[in-house]
């Protein structure tokens, strides 16, 4: 592992660089620059940006915030901001992102499921929810149910409308 800076608009970015072959979970709850350029196989969770290089091998399912690739990914990928796949990326497998750009020779095989960004539905299902929360739909189901969060039932169906999951979350964080 490497930790590298990057100048970028003036100020200096850290990055940690790995370069090994590694079978696992990595799990970063804080903000990280993280970019890999081996082989690794098992699960990624980060915070910050994740890129992928272009001699990288990767077998895992992917979660992150902003996640660029350029090297080969088999998995499903989840990008809570942004995905880019650049020129050299080789994804297979199912791409949530709520933004996504991709270059000319970039290849997706798999699916494609945009939700989530600037001009999304005002209203989320517990599914959606569930995926932007990080836990499981029952979960979300439970909570709606018990009334520990702003939902709304139509034909049997929980509803959660973005605007006050946000506040929601916002007074959850102060307690």
């Known amino acids: 592992?490497?930790?590298?800076?990057?100048?970028?608009?003036?100020?200096?970015?850290?990055?940690?660089?790995?370069?090994?072959?590694?079978?696992?979970?990595?799990?970063?709850?804080?903000?990280?620059?993280?970019?890999?350029?081996?082989?690794?196989?098992?699960?990624?969770?980060?915070?910050?940006?994740?890129?992928?290089?272009?001699?990288?091998?990767?077998?895992?399912?992917?979660?992150g915030e902003s996640i660029t690739v350029r090297g080969a990914v088999t998995g499903d990928i989840?990008?809570?901001?942004?995905?880019?796949?650049?020129?050299?990326?080789?994804?297979?497998?199912?791409?949530?992102?709520p933004r996504v750009s991709m270059e000319d020779g970039a290849i997706l095989q798999g699916t494609l499921e945009m939700s989530g960004g600037v001009g999304a539905s005002p209203w989320m299902?517990?599914?959606?929810?569930a995926r932007y929360l990080e836990v499981d739909a029952e979960t979300v189901s439970q909570w709606a149910q018990g009334g520990r969060l702003p939902a709304q039932q139509e034909g049997g169906r929980w509803r959660f409308e973005r605007a006050k999951i946000e506040e929601w979350l916002a007074q959850e964080k102060i307690k």
């Open 1 to 63: 592992m490497a930790i590298r800076r990057r100048p970028e608009g003036g100020g200096e970015e850290r990055w940690l660089e790995v370069d090994a072959s590694m079978t696992g979970t990595l799990a970063f709850k804080d903000p990280v620059n993280l970019q890999i350029n081996g082989r690794f196989e098992g699960a990624l969770d980060t915070k910050g940006h994740l890129a992928i290089g272009e001699k990288a091998q990767v077998k895992a399912t992917i979660k």
């Open 78 to 97: 989840t990008a809570t901001d942004r995905l880019e796949l650049l020129s050299t990326a080789r994804v297979t497998g199912k791409v949530i992102s």
């Open 125 to 129: 299902t517990v599914e959606e929810l």
